[in-house]
Nanobody, 123 residues
């Protein structure tokens, strides 16, 4: 059974930074595309970014491009989301996802999901 556990969420002022982590257990991360999604109250879940299994290719939503960075450490079975220059509109629950297919992950249909961690950005 694969489990994804996010951590690192919290309250931060606009312009600040936070680093989220996602720890994977039950299976090695190798060959899995990993990604982050977020969902604010009353809104649909949206794609934030993704990273391929080698860590050499990343994709970001336009809303976070240039501010957020995804990295992965396959040896430690973790991925991270470094969030800089945070804005109040970044406030949401952030979810880690894993799938063997990039296209499936981008559609939000990943096989595995974490339980989420809350990020709140105050103005």
């Amino acid at each position: 059974q694969v489990q994804l556990v996010e951590s690192g969420g919290g309250l931060v002022q606009a312009g600040g930074s936070l680093r989220l982590s996602c720890a994977v257990s039950g299976r090695t991360l190798k060959s899995y595309v990993m990604g982050w999604f977020r969902q604010a109250p009353g809104k649909e879940r949206e794609f934030v970014g993704a990273i391929d299994w080698t860590g050499s290719s990343t994709l970001y939503a336009n809303t976070v491009k240039g501010r957020f960075i995804i990295t992965r450490d396959n040896a430690k079975n973790t991925i991270s989301l470094q969030m800089n220059s945070l804005k109040p509109e970044d406030t949401a629950g952030y979810y880690c996802a894993a799938d063997t297919a990039f296209r499936t992950l981008l559609k939000g249909s990943s096989e595995y999901w974490g339980q989420g961690t809350q990020v709140t950005v105050s103005s």
